[in-house]
C-alpha cells in the first residue's frame, strides 16, 4: 500500500496516528499542498477531489478521505479496535467522531482557510465567516469540557478514533489561536494523557 | 427505542429512509426546530448539541447525529447491508458518504443557513459565503456526474448510505436553488432511479 501523504495537514496526521497505533507501516510520499502538488492532473486521476491523504492499495484500487482509510485499515487489521467492538459503542464513536468533526475540525479548518489567507490562490477567503468559525470552535471546547469531566476518552473508557480527530485538530487549531485554557481543565487532563501516546508524534 | 426527528431537515430525513431500507419502525417524536424544541434544557439533556434526530434506546441510552444512528441499526440488523460488506465495499461507501458530506450537504446547508436568514435569531447569516457554498456545492455536481457516468450507485454496484445522503440533499437543495440541469444527465439519471425506491417518501 502507498500513503500520499501531507506533513502538516490534520486529516493527514488522522491517518498516520492510526497507523502508529495499529503498528502498521505503509510506503508514504509526500504531497505539497503549499506548492500545488495535489492539483495536478496526476494526482486528480488518484483523487478527483484533489484531496489529501489517499490510500493506493496493492491491487491499484483508490480511496481517499481519511476515515474512509481509517475504516479499511480497521477492516484489514481489527486490533487494537479504534472503530468500537460492539454495536453501541461502535454507535457512540461514530457519535463523538462526527461532532469532533462537524462541530471542531471544520470550523478549525475553516477558520484557517479564511483567517490566515493561506489558500487564497485558490479560494476567496472570508475573514468575517473565519471568525464565526473560531468562535463555534469554543462552543464546542465548552460542552467537551463538561463531557470529559465524566469519561476518559471521548466516546466513554477506550481510546478511539474520535481521539484522533480532537488531538490532531487541537495541535492544529494553534495556527489560528484556538488553544485551550484555564476553563478547559478536564479537556487538558485528556489532552495530557493522549498526547503522550507514541502515536501521538506521527 | 424513540426516534427525535423532524419532517424538514435532510438529516432527519436520511435516517428515516435508511430505516424504511431495512423496513423498521420506531415511535418517532416530532421535534419543532423553528418553535426551538431543540433548544430546550430537556431536549438538551438529551443532546447537549441540540441537534436532531435522536435515537433513544431502550436501555436509555442516548444516540445523535444521523449516520452513528444508522451505523447502530446496520450492527442490530444488518441486512439489507447499506455500510457495505466487504472491507474494499465498507471503505468506498465511507468515502462517497463524506464526499457527499463534506462537499455537498455542507455547503448546502450553510447555504441555506446563510442566504435564508432562516435561523437568524440563532446565528449571523452572512450572505456572501452562503452564495460561496452555493458555487461549491455545484463544483461537487459537476465531478459527481462525471463518477455516476461510470457507475449505478454512488459507491459502484450496490445502493448505499451515501446515495441516501445525496438525495435527500438533492432534494433539500431546491430551498436555495441547488438543482439539477442539463449537464448533470448522468446524476438526472441515478436520481431517477433511486428517487422511485419506497423508501424515498420517507
Not at 78 to 95: C, D, F, H, N, S
Not at 98 to 124: I, N, V, W, Y
Not at 149 to 175: E, K, P, V
Request: net charge negative.
Amino acid at each position: 500500500m502507498k500513503l500520499y501523504d501531507t506533513t502538516l495537514a490534520p486529516n493527514a496526521r488522522r491517518v498516520r496516528m492510526f497507523l502508529a497505533e495499529k503498528n502498521m507501516q505503509v510506503e508514504s510520499i509526500e504531497i505539497n499542498l503549499l506548492k500545488g502538488d495535489n492539483l495536478t492532473e496526476e494526482f486528480r486521476r488518484r483523487n478527483p477531489f484533489a484531496k489529501v491523504p489517499v490510500l493506493e492499495l496493492d491491487t491499484g484500487e483508490i480511496l481517499s478521505e481519511s476515515v474512509a482509510i481509517c475504516r479499511y485499515l480497521e477492516e484489514i487489521q481489527p486490533e487494537p479496535a479504534l472503530l468500537g467492538t460492539t454495536a453501541l459503542e461502535k454507535a457512540q464513536i461514530e457519535m463523538w467522531q462526527r461532532r469532533a468533526e462537524f462541530s471542531f475540525l471544520m470550523p478549525t479548518g475553516m477558520a484557517f482557510q479564511h483567517c490566515t489567507g493561506f489558500f487564497k490562490d485558490r479560494m476567496t477567503p472570508n475573514k468575517e465567516w473565519g471568525e464565526e468559525c473560531k468562535k463555534s470552535a469554543f462552543g464546542f471546547l465548552k460542552l467537551l469540557n463538561q463531557h470529559l469531566s465524566d469519561f476518559t476518552y471521548l466516546a466513554g473508557d477506550n481510546f478511539s478514533i474520535a481521539d484522533i480527530t480532537m488531538l490532531t485538530t487541537l495541535d492544529f487549531g494553534r495556527t489560528v489561536d484556538i488553544r485551550l485554557n484555564e476553563k478547559h481543565e478536564h479537556i487538558q487532563r485528556w489532552y495530557d494523557l493522549v498526547s503522550q501516546r507514541p502515536s501521538a508524534k506521527a
